[in-house]
């Protein structure tokens, strides 16, 4: 069932700021496949690691068409947390609770039958366009058994917002409706801590701020919203991004900067979501944090890599899709409300 914890006292405990960790969080949404292969390659197999010698990692919200499987299984694999944004992507403001749980717990189960992701570990989600589905959505999350969901931008940044629980009601403005009213205990928030740009405008994803025309002023960016964080309450800071931002050759010189220059600092930690509300359910401070279980590397019950994915061809939208995967070929090509597995508990619930 839920991981009901309460939330710590004051965000971190009683730690004083100097021990807290910088957790920053490193996320992509979307499809995996081989148009951001290279972009993965060059961020994490590249030698950069935590301070603990662990490998950085990241979170993939992945949605279900042009998705690569045996590209997720081997992210999977080497230590990355994926999460469900949705099977078709589409906008989701009026969707019923049942919708959404076809979309997003659907998504869930596609993921574990052909990206080798166990069930258990699919425990976030992220609205498409950040258009969540206000308590529909967020009791769909609370009944399917998700830990949090990360798509309710926060414009308030001074302090940064620390993750929270939907215990309680919301307590900061809803910059997209609807958003949730009500409580839903051991659900967590990860909120989308909004940056300002060169320019003092918003934005609640990386790539939608206005981001300036050569490498160094990206790293200049990157690095204020970074300082906002770091120098105050050291709430996780979020690189929230889509891989087409990074085709841009000064984008990726910028961002590549500036990761390196924050993954040689001893306090700063790069983690999934999930990694990131264990510590906040358990504020260690930093000189524990390398005996700190969750954010250990090691994997024992994860699928190896696929090397060898066979390529499934499935009729879908008047169009062939080739779909890969180490797992099974479905029968058909997997959709919303129809997967293609034998043993979906979401296809198969009989309509009230």
């Known amino acids: 069932m839920h991981d009901h914890l309460p939330t710590p006292r004051g965000e971190t405990g009683d730690l004083p700021v100097e021990s807290v960790p910088q957790i920053v969080l490193l996320t992509f949404d979307d499809s995996v496949n081989d148009l951001n292969k290279v972009l993965y390659s060059d961020l994490f197999e590249k030698g950069r690691v935590n301070p603990n010698g662990c490998p950085i990692s990241a979170t993939f919200y992945v949605s279900h068409e042009w998705t690569d499987y045996s590209q997720v299984q081997n992210l999977y694999a080497s230590g990355h947390e994926m999460a469900s944004h949705t099977v078709s992507h589409s906008f989701g403001e009026q969707f019923s609770q049942k919708k959404w749980n076809r979309e997003v717990g659907g998504q869930r189960e596609i993921l574990a039958a052909y990206g080798g992701v166990k069930l258990e570990d699919i425990r976030g989600m992220r609205a498409p366009f950040l258009s969540v589905g206000g308590n529909k959505m967020f009791k769909m999350l609370y009944d399917s058994n998700f830990t949090y969901d990360s798509s309710l931008p926060v ?153 060898n994915p066979k390529v499934c061809n499935l009729w879908h939208k008047s169009g062939v899709r080739y779909m890969r995967t180490c797992q099974p070929c479905p029968e058909i090509y997997p959709w919303t409300g129809k997967t293609g597995i034998k043993s979906s508990r979401i296809d198969n619930e009989i309509d009230e």
Not at 222 to 239: E, M, S, V
Request: aromatic fraction near 16%.
């Open 155 to 307: 414009y308030e940044n001074k302090p940064p917002s620390w993750p929270y629980t939907l215990d309680y009601k919301l307590f900061h403005d809803c910059m997209i409706p609807p958003c949730p009213t009500k409580s839903y205990p051991g659900v967590w928030e990860v909120p989308m801590v909004m940056w300002q740009d060169l320019n003092g405008g918003r934005c609640s994803m990386g790539d939608a701020c206005a981001n300036p025309p050569e490498a160094e002023g990206v790293y200049k960016m990157l690095l204020k919203n970074f300082d906002r964080h770091y120098t105050t309450n050291r709430a996780p800071f979020g690189l929230f991004y889509h891989a087409a931002w990074f085709t841009q050759p000064h984008h990726k010189e910028g961002f590549i900067m500036f990761l390196d220059y924050i993954n040689k600092m001893k306090d700063v930690w790069i983690v999934t979501n999930w990694q990131a509300l264990q510590w906040v359910r358990d504020p260690t401070p930093i000189s524990r944090l390398n005996n700190f279980q969750p954010f250990q590397c090691n994997y024992p019950d994860r699928p190896k890599k696929c090397n």
